[in-house]
T-cell receptor, first 112, second 113 residues
Framework: NAGVTQTPKFRILKIGQSMTLQCTQD?????MYWYRQDPGMGLKLIYY???????DKGEVPNGYNVSRSTTEDFPLRLELAAPSQTSVYFC???????????FGQGTRLTVV | QQQVKQSPQSLIVQKGGISIINCAYE??????FPWYQQFPGKGPALLIA?????SEKKEGRFTISFNKSAKQFSLHIMDSQPGDSATYFC????????????FGRGTSLIVHP
């Protein structure tokens, strides 16, 4: 099992550009999450999904969009990149409520 | 509003010492408290977790102490080793509402040889 796979690992974007951060998991988990991690600020939830076709906003959703067309994939879309979106992004999945969350390796995004 | 407050932000310990990281919460509906460990360049990974029906849980050198009345829980790392150097996050979640874990801000632990 590969677990949770994120691509790309690194990306530099110019202000106003758009991109999609890919996330896929092969553990058949229903629950998937996107977090951003900024120094000293912990992990902030951007969006989450409890199953295919169901998504909901987390704590910091502005500037992002998600979709969940399959159980395996949960891409995060940035439409108009801004310097405030410079961060490390983590995708995670879990098999059920209040269970271990498995994290991907992260995507380091810089917006210049 | 920070729902889970974690301290200290950074911690330096000598090899063989005890590392203690504390977390406090306000929402009494929280009923699941995991700790995650993150090495540089990696995603967080579950270390140990506790539910409020017990006051302590031990796994090897790692122990969670839970004080329900004070709304506090802490991670103790006994006989700290250089390989324990990492960032540690506490988290909390609610069973009857939003199940999504809320994370503390993290503690950067350095264990000197």
């Amino acid at each position: 099992n590969a677990g949770v796979t994120q691509t790309p690992k690194f990306r530099i974007l110019k202000i106003g550009q758009s991109m999609t951060l890919q996330c896929t998991q092969d553990m058949n988990h229903n629950y998937m999450y996107w977090y951003r991690q900024d120094p000293g600020m912990g992990l902030k939830l951007i969006y989450y999904s409890v199953g295919a076709g169901i998504t909901d906003k987390g704590e910091v959703p502005n500037g992002y969009n998600v979709s969940r067309s399959t159980t395996e994939d949960f891409p995060l879309r940035l439409e108009l990149a801004a310097p405030s979106q410079t961060s490390v992004y983590f995708c995670a999945s879990s098999p059920k409520l209040q269970a271990e969350a498995f994290f991907g390796q992260g995507t380091r995004l810089t917006v210049v | 509003q920070q729902q889970v407050k974690q301290s200290p932000q950074s911690l330096i310990v000598q090899k063989g010492g005890i590392s203690i990281i504390n977390c406090a919460y306000e929402n009494t509906a929280f009923d699941y408290f995991p700790w995650y460990q993150q090495f540089p360049g990696k995603g967080p990974a579950l270390l140990i977790a506790i539910r409020p029906d017990v006051s302590e849980k031990k796994e090897g050198r790692f122990t969670i102490s839970f004080n329900k009345s004070a709304k506090q829980f802490s991670l103790h790392i006994m006989d700290s080793q250089p390989g324990d150097s990492a960032t540690y996050f506490c988290a909390a979640s609610i069973k009857g509402g939003s199940y999504i874990p809320t994370f503390g801000r993290g503690t950067s632990l350095i264990v000197h040889p």
